[in-house]
Structures are given as C-alpha cells and as structure tokens.
C-alpha cells in the first residue's frame, strides 16, 4: 500500500525558513515524480516543486524560485522542501503527492494535480508578517 506523509509545517514571521519532509513508502519503482502542492483558504490548489527521482531533476513555481528547494535523500523515499524567505502569501497547507513510474514530464506538466495518484494529508504552514 502506497503511503504519502507529509511533516514539518509550522508558523514562522515573515523571512523566516522551514523545511518540509515528505516520507513515501509500499511501492518498488525508482522513476518517480514527487511533488509539493499548497492550497490557501479559497484558492485552488497550486503546484509549488517537484522532483524526479530517478535523475534528481528539481522543478519549481515562478513564485518561489530563489526562495524554494526540493530535495530527496539518498533512498529516493524522502523528499524534502526548504523554504526560506517566507513571505504571507506561502501561507497554506502544503501537499505532497506521488506518481509513479513516470518522469515529471516537461515544461510545466508536473504542476497538474491529476497526474498525480497519492497524496498525502497536508500539512500547515502559517507566515506572520
């Protein structure tokens, strides 16, 4: 059973840093796309990173370039997301979601949440100005 759990969240003043972990877990296959989402009080739920597994290619949102950085470990199971700089606006719950067996496509196709078949539960992180 595939499993997707998200960890780190927080509340930090405006400028601060948090590091986000995502474990993943109940499946074999080394090509893989994990991702970080965010979704804040009535918006739509928007891509934030990813990262292929397999190459450890980075992809991130215009919005967070800079500030933003996705990483995994040496397994290839945890993927981890530093944010520094916070600002109000990455105020949400953030998201980790998996596909498997496929790259993270080009362009901006990782930022899709449909390619997407595992989800973890979110995780809140609240930026004080």
């Known amino acids: 059973q595939v499993q997707v759990k998200e960890s780190g969240g927080g509340s930090v003043q405006a400028g601060g840093s948090l590091r986000l972990s995502c474990a993943t877990s109940g499946y074999v296959s080394r090509t893989n796309c994990i991702a970080w989402f965010r979704q804040a009080p009535g918006k739509e739920r928007e891509g934030v990173a990813a990262?292929?597994?397999?190459?450890?290619?980075?992809y991130s949102a215009d919005s967070v370039k800079g500030r933003f950085t996705i990483s995994q470990d040496s397994a290839k199971t945890t993927v981890f997301l530093q944010m520094n700089i916070l600002i109000p606006e990455d105020t949400g719950i953030y998201f980790c979601?998996?596909?498997?067996?496929?790259?993270?496509?080009?362009?901006?196709?990782?930022?899709?949440?449909?390619?997407?078949?595992?989800w973890g539960q979110g995780t809140q992180v609240s930026v004080s100005s």
């Open positions: 990262i292929w597994t397999l190459g450890g290619t980075p």
């Open positions: 979601a998996a596909a498997l067996s496929t790259g993270c496509g080009g362009g901006k196709r990782w930022m899709g949440p449909d390619m997407y078949g595992y």
